[in-house]
Nanobody
Framework: QVQVVESGGGLVQAGGSLRLSCTLSGIIFNLNAMAWYRQAPGKQRELVASITAGGSTRYADSVKGRFTISRPNADNTMYLQMNSLRPEDTAVYFC??????????WGQGTQVTVSS
């Protein structure tokens, strides 16, 4: 069973940067896309950014121009570079792996806290 592990969260001041990593424990042959979601206290989980197996990316309007999702060389690690962070970006960030014909894999989440 492939697992995903997120890292890179932490506490940062508004305007600062963080880079999140999501590492797969093995190879996934039926990968469709990978994505970052986030969930703030009292709110629903929302899509932040996604990247398909072919490299196409999509972003939530709230993070466009500030966040960059990448998966260099289609290897087993995905990144989320977060710049110009805002207090409203505070949330638990989850890595999601979407597979064809099989249920998604979720990581345990990493906390991002942006102080004003």
């Amino acid at each position: 069973q492939v697992q995903v592990v997120e890292s890179g969260g932490g506490l940062v001041q508004a305007g600062g940067s963080l880079r999140l990593s999501c590492t797969l424990s093995g190879i996934i042959f039926n990968l469709n896309a990978m994505a970052w979601y986030r969930q703030a206290p009292g709110k629903q989980r929302e899509l932040v950014a996604s990247i398909t197996a072919g490299g196409s990316t999509r972003y939530a309007d709230s993070v466009k121009g500030r966040f960059t999702i990448s998966r260099p060389n289609a290897d087993n690690t995905m990144y989320l570079q977060m710049n110009s962070l805002r207090p409203e970006d505070t949330a638990v960030y989850f890595c999601n792996v979407e597979r064809i014909g099989v249920r998604d894999i979720w990581g345990q989440g990493t906390q991002v806290t942006v102080s004003s």
